[in-house]
């Protein structure tokens, strides 16, 4: 456990027996099937799947965008959803971060960063601008802070995205595969990026991907997931030290990770694969 | 000097111009050409229109026209945007209000605004109110259409980062709906704008019988054609192209301002 984490007291997610089922009196499809992690707080948390197996769902649940159907998630103990209140509530605390990026078009970068402070009236304007500004100089991100987001590349939207959402201090952040379509050198400056700013800014990373390597390079632990219904297969440890940064990917024991994660998780690409799975939303 | 450097870095001005001295010297030529070959020909050449042109100018009634047609058009399409974008809003995020607006407002839609014109003349005291409803209901139609499908298509994942972060229902509708639906206004407004051209000049050539002085366009057109000056009916058409053509060119300059993000965005 690094120092980062060592100051993280908060952030403990438990996800519990959580099923859900998509239109019951209908066509029932059923995209989560008694998925259960426990992510230490401060832990970053992978969660890799093939396309479409119900990784987003879970996210969502997580979020409180759309009810389980049954299960229960907790937060630092406190209980988000269970089968009494189905949905949790939408809550600052559990910051997303969305696959195509949600930046505010007609906000500039500053004004995108600074606006949670303001609505939620913890910060004067003067003062969430400033902070905004600190966040984003941090990130690299100053000399383009008056660009509006339709101005910039979709690598510098997502890292601005990821400060919007650590102004907030969410005790867990939940990123969507952020990194999707975005070219390999991209990511590899991109992951970085973000291991930089959990140093600075640590918080429990909830990190949804298709991407293997993406995932042994980023996080703590890696929880494989089956094709649909998802639910949780393997939860394998990355017993690699942080920081991490580029020279890793070249070394001997990450190319032991990888390996051991890829035949975890190759049968259910390969089901997946067959079933032609459509991606759900 | 500084005129040279304006021009070369705004190459579509330049351009522009080029294409309307096309367009003038080509059918200048046609009409001269067909002329000269022996065939009569009852269409004005543009050396013809632009000589009566500057004799009009200086007449007052021609710019009492514009004048006429311009308040015309701005007090309709203003009253339009007033009543329009509230209700295309509210239209779009309350659903009762839609179950018991949208159906009515569905039937009367088709209707074209000139169907009006008669009905109008007996509900409304003037005729200078009657022509300004006609007015607004050509572009009132659009600019809530317009309004309705942005509010309503807002992405979902604007909505939810909002409500994330700590956004109340206001504040979602304030800060995230209205600037989401901004582009849509303004298309609302400048499909508006055009029919609100259309409709004012076939109003006036109904409704405003025998008033030289506060005719409009419309008539100004209605008025030539009736006295035999064609090249005076043509001056009526292209005053009403560019009074149409500088009020869009006004309103796409308001959404550049109010809106720039907008023109930076693929």
């Given at each position: 456990m690094n120092a980062a984490q060592q100051k993280l007291q908060q952030g403990a997610l438990s996800i519990q027996d959580v099923s859900k089922i998509y239109d019951p009196d209908g066509t029932a499809v059923e995209a989560l099937s008694h998925c259960s992690l426990e992510i230490a707080a401060g832990e970053i948390y992978m969660v890799l799947g093939p396309s479409g197996c119900g990784k987003t769902t879970l996210l969502n649940a997580v979020a409180g965008f759309h009810p389980v159907s049954s299960g229960r998630i907790l937060l630092d103990g406190e209980v988000l959803c269970n089968d009494k209140t189905p949905q949790a509530q939408q809550n600052s605390d559990r910051m997303v971060v969305f696959q195509n990026g949600a930046l505010f078009p007609w906000k500039t970068l500053l004004d995108n960063v600074s606006y949670g402070p303001i609505v939620q009236k913890r910060l004067s304007p003067k003062e969430a601008r400033e902070k905004a500004e600190a966040l984003l100089r941090e990130a690299g991100l100053i000399d383009i802070?008056?660009?509006?987001?339709?101005?910039?590349s979709s690598g510098m939207a997502r890292r601005a995205e990821i400060v919007r959402a650590l102004i907030n201090e969410p005790k867990v952040l939940l990123l969507d595969e952020p990194y999707r379509a975005m070219d390999a050198l991209t990511k590899a400056i991109m992951h970085e990026n973000l291991l930089k700013m959990y140093e600075l800014n640590p918080v429990t990373i909830f990190f949804i991907t298709h991407d293997l390597e993406e995932a042994v390079f980023l996080g703590h632990k890696v929880a494989i997931m089956t094709t649909r219904p998802a639910t949780v297969k393997e939860v394998i440890p990355i017993d690699l030290p942080y920081p991490r940064d580029h020279r890793v990917l070249s070394s001997e024991p990450f190319r032991l990770q990888v390996q051991r994660v890829k035949a975890s998780v190759r049968s259910e690409a390969e089901k997946a694969f067959a079933a032609g799975e459509k991606e759900l939303a | 000097m500084t005129l040279k450097i304006y021009l070369r870095k705004h190459p579509g001005i330049w351009r522009g111009v080029l294409s309307v001295l096309t367009i003038l010297l080509g059918w200048e030529c046609y009409i001269q050409g067909k002329i000269w070959l022996g065939y009569p020909s009852q269409v004005p050449v543009p050396s013809a229109i632009l000589a009566r042109w500057a004799d009009v100018i200086m007449e007052g009634s021609y710019w009492m026209s514009w004048y006429s047609s311009y308040s015309r058009v701005l007090a309709g399409f203003a009253i339009a945007m007033l009543l329009g974008i509230p209700f295309g809003l509210l239209l779009a995020v309350n659903r009762t209000s839609r179950a018991l607006f949208f159906p009515v407002f569905e039937i009367l839609r088709?209707?074209?605004?000139?169907?009006w014109v008669p009905a109008s003349l007996i509900f409304w005291p003037t005729q200078e109110m009657s022509i300004i409803f006609v007015i607004f209901l050509g572009s009132f139609y659009a600019v809530v259409i317009n309004v309705l499908g942005g509010a309503k298509n807002v992405d979902i994942r604007y909505l939810r980062a909002a409500q994330s972060m700590g956004a109340n229902q206001w504040q979602l509708f304030r800060r995230v709906i209205f600037p989401a639906t901004l582009p849509s206004i303004f298309t609302g407004a400048a499909v508006g704008m055009g029919i609100t051209w259309e409709v004012v000049v076939a109003a006036e050539m109904i409704?405003?019988?025998?008033?030289?002085?506060?005719?409009g366009l419309g008539f100004f057109v209605w008025n030539s054609f009736v006295g035999g000056s064609i090249e005076q009916a043509v001056i009526g058409m292209l005053s009403i192209g560019i009074a149409g053509y500088t009020a869009s060119s006004l309103l796409r300059y308001a959404g550049r301002r109010l809106m720039p993000w907008h023109t930076s965005q693929a």
């Open positions: 802070s008056h660009k509006y987001p339709g101005e910039i | 088709p209707i074209p605004p000139l169907a409704a405003v019988g025998g008033r030289v002085y506060g005719g």
